[in-house]
């Protein structure tokens, strides 16, 4: 099994920044393409970023040159810097895990097999 803890939510002004923490835990996870989805009130979940355990990146249109996604295989742990936030980046945010995900389907959440409970972001304008 796999645990997926997040941290680090909050409510910002528009324009500020906020760093996602995801925890991760359980031997299972380790080698495991790690994603960021996110998903808004009344809105389907939609993929925001993900990287492979060698490091390979994607992103979504609607965040690239704003968010990084990073991990620290040694602290077990997958990160998001946000910078200038919009509104409509207002939405849950869910760490998810999953063995293997093609490339091309990394930001797809049916994909992914572990979940987390999700941290809260909000930026008002």
């Known amino acids: 099994q796999v645990q997926l803890v997040e941290s680090g939510g909050g409510s910002v002004q528009a324009g500020g920044s906020l760093r996602l923490s995801c925890a991760a835990s359980?031997?299972?996870?380790?080698?495991?393409?790690m994603a960021w989805f996110r998903q808004a009130p009344g809105k389907e979940r939609e993929g925001v970023a993900a990287i492979s355990y060698g490091g390979v990146t994607s992103y979504a249109e609607y965040v690239k040159g704003r968010f990084a996604i990073s991990q620290d295989n040694a602290k077990n742990t997958l990160y998001l810097q946000m910078n200038s936030l919009k509104p409509e980046d207002s939405a849950m945010y869910y760490c998810?895990?999953?063995?293997?995900?093609?490339?091309?389907?990394?930001?797809?959440?049916?994909?992914?097999?572990?979940w987390g409970q999700g941290t809260q972001v909000t930026a008002s304008s």
């Open positions: 359980g031997d299972r996870y380790r080698r495991s393409v």
């Open positions: 998810a895990a999953d063995p293997i995900v093609p490339l091309d389907r990394r930001l797809v959440s049916s994909e992914y097999i572990y």
